[in-house]
């Protein structure tokens, strides 16, 4: 409301100090308003959300990363058995001369719809069959031992 004002104040004739201590800016940002205001008219007056910097990687970057990930690594060709952050950021480098950060490579992965995942570490010597024989059963029914009894009167 306060932007209109100022433009109106602009359109009968009055200077653009005038506009600017009515709006209570400054007369750069009144020159906006107007160069906003003559090409999108009102809706121009309203603040959109800023770009920001643009993405590091770009569509066809992102569909090679995704084959990657989904593909798996080659143990033999990568040098790793599994994919870390740091082991795709090298990977873009080699392959598209990008370089990325881990934490920005992280953001970009999750806006792909991957997620982290590891799987629960498990000792090499683990074997499954000694330790299901050496869990303790249950006895099938429960009894009081006889020295936890109270003792008949005599």
């Not at 005038?18 to 709006?23: F, L, N, Q, V």
């Not at 993405?55 to 798996?72: C, T, V």
């Not at 082991?87 to 982290?116: I, N, P």
């Not at 299901?132 to 059963?137: G, L």
Request: hydrophobic share 40%; proline share 5%.
């Amino acid at each position: 409301m306060r932007r209109l004002l100022a433009l109106a104040e602009i359109y009968d004739g009055n200077s653009r100090g005038d506009a600017a201590r009515i709006g209570g800016v400054g007369l750069q940002t009144i020159r906006d308003w107007v160069l906003r205001f003559n090409v999108r008219g009102p809706d121009g007056l309203i603040d959109g959300k800023a770009p920001g910097r643009a993405s590091k990687l770009n569509d066809a970057q992102r569909e090679a990363l995704a084959r990657m990930i989904e593909s798996g690594p080659i143990p033999a060709v990568h040098g790793v058995v599994r994919w870390r952050l740091i082991d795709l950021a090298q990977w873009l480098w080699e392959e598209h001369r990008t370089r990325v950060a881990k934490q920005t490579l992280s953001r970009q992965l999750r806006a792909m719809g991957f997620r982290k995942l590891s799987a629960r570490p498990r000792h090499r010597a683990h074997n499954q069959h000694a330790a299901e024989a050496f869990k303790k059963t249950s006895p099938t029914c429960w009894r009081r031992s006889k020295a936890g009894r109270p003792r008949a009167p005599r």
